[in-house]
């Protein structure tokens, strides 16, 4: 039986705990057969058994998990393990485990596969996940399947496709219950019992007309509380109903799930059709990736990497803002170089300077992620830039006359010169000024120009203050202490 998803980070780990025990002991088998020189009698047939045991074991232990936790562990398991992990897994399980995986591990585990095997995973989806899997399998697979499936869902299948990433349309879910609002209560609960199980994550039913035009919102609560010989349209919620279009914003939809307390809402088409419905799951899922693709585009990442992926993959993904960093960082021994005079004459500049850098690019990684944030959940746009531009312009002055006035202070205290700790104090000032106006700066004019507002914001926010001030300390320090 297939357990329930784990949440529990304990758990997962005992899982890859026990999994990796069995691979373990599977690989002392094959060592063991390997090594084996003068074999005794029998011995072929106690090292074939011992092998299947081992075998059988595992794959008990995967079948009793969620197909997200095998997911997660073959995730975090080496290439060859992860393969082997991946050939003993049920083949009616390989579907819902290849859509939980991360984009990265995703594309080795179906070139592992068969085209028998994969026609026959593909088979088994539904049509929107169908979709969600297509672009990674090969063309021939993917029209074979269609051609398999009826023509509702075939046209479900190349709808779903047809919406760019990032829209309502690439996440919704064909799989919904609709009805008639001039039938009764008692009518649409014997509909219901016809079904096996409901659609996921079901807490309404669609009430639509003849033509499929959405009408109003059904929800199960209202099903089973009032009496069966009512009508539809009599108990129906019609007002304030949350509705998407398939064009629509994926990541403002998602942001209403939060909002509303939404489980699943009604995606219309133009001409207010009933086509799909967008589910909770959906909506986390998009956070999720959108979390995650901030979170690599802010360490200058350009897509997600597979953590055991060949040494050139990785580099690759990693080379383009390595080199902007390096350049960036021979610009900043530049200006150190511009100084070294000055730096000569009072070493303990060369103390100092790394606490300004330092506190410079901290201060605008703050203001960075705050600003990225808001935008990635709509509350932010390029309009706003001088609104924001002058809020935080006011609180990197206030932390910079504060934290630089102590910094400044315990300057003075420690090398007895008055005039560097005033140095000191006006350097972190004003790179913190800098910091704040490149944070703001930064990802709202990539938004305006189209770009993606994360992508290498923390390499850029960090040369920047770096360079800045390098340049704002020591040359601050020429004109006042030289």
Not at 180 to 204: I, N, Q
Not at 359 to 384: C, E, F, K, L, Y
Request: proline share 4%.
């Amino acid at each position: 039986m297939t357990q329930p998803k784990s949440d529990d980070p304990d758990i997962l780990r005992r899982h890859l705990s026990d999994v990796r025990e069995l691979l373990s002991r599977q690989r002392l088998v094959d060592d063991l057969v390997q090594r084996q020189q003068m074999r005794m009698p029998h011995q072929d047939l106690v090292e074939t058994i011992t092998h299947r045991q081992n075998i059988a074991r595992l794959q008990r232990k995967l079948d009793r998990l969620h197909p997200a936790d095998i997911a997660w562990i073959l995730e975090t398991l080496p290439l060859s393990e992860r393969l082997f992990l991946w050939d003993l897994v049920r083949a009616d399980m390989g579907g819902d485990i290849l859509l939980e995986v991360s984009d990265a591990v995703r594309p080795g585990l179906i070139e592992a596969m068969g085209v028998a095997q994969l026609r026959l995973v593909a088979g088994a989806l539904d049509a929107d996940e169908l979709a969600d899997l297509a672009p990674d399998l090969p063309a021939e697979v993917v029209e074979e399947v269609l051609d398999t499936l009826d023509l509702e869902a075939r046209e479900h299948v190349r709808a779903a496709m047809s919406w760019p990433e990032g829209t309502v349309g690439a996440l919704m879910d064909f799989e919904l219950l609709r009805v008639r609002e001039h039938v009764s209560l008692g009518v649409v609960a014997r509909y219901l019992r016809r079904f096996e199980a409901l659609p996921d994550h079901t807490d309404k039913l669609y009430v639509v007309d003849r033509e499929g035009r959405f009408r109003g919102l059904l929800t199960l609560e209202a099903l089973l509380i009032n009496a069966p010989e009512r009508a539809v349209s009599e108990v129906m919620q019609v007002e304030s109903v949350v509705t998407f279009h398939p064009e629509d914003d994926a990541s403002r939809a998602a942001q209403a799930f939060e909002r509303y307390d939404l489980v699943s809402v009604p995606v219309l088409d133009g001409e207010g059709r009933l086509i799909a419905r967008l589910t909770v799951a959906d909506a986390v899922d998009h956070i999720r990736e959108v979390s995650e693709a901030e979170i690599l585009g802010n360490a200058g990442l350009r897509e997600e990497e597979d953590l055991f992926a060949p040494v050139m993959r990785s580099v690759k993904n990693r080379w383009a803002w390595l080199a902007i960093n390096l350049v960036t960082a021979f610009v900043a021994s530049r200006v150190i170089d511009l100084f070294e005079d000055t730096i000569a004459q009072l070493v303990a500049l060369a103390a100092l300077m790394p606490i300004v850098a330092g506190i410079g690019g901290n201060a605008g990684n703050q203001t960075i992620t705050m600003i990225v944030r808001a935008i990635a959940m709509g509350q932010v746009d390029p309009s706003s830039l001088w609104r924001l531009l002058g809020k935080e312009l006011g609180v990197a002055l206030i932390n910079g006359l504060v934290w630089g006035g102590v910094i400044g202070l315990l300057a003075w205290l420690l090398y007895g010169n008055l005039a560097l700790g005033l140095v000191m104090t006006a350097a972190m000032t004003l790179n913190l000024l800098l910091a704040a106006s490149a944070g703001v700066l930064i990802p709202l004019l990539r938004q305006r120009f189209g770009g993606d507002p994360a992508l290498g914001s923390s390499v850029l926010i960090t040369a920047l203050t770096d360079s800045g001030g390098f340049f704002i300390f020591l040359g601050l320090a020429s004109l006042v202490l030289l």
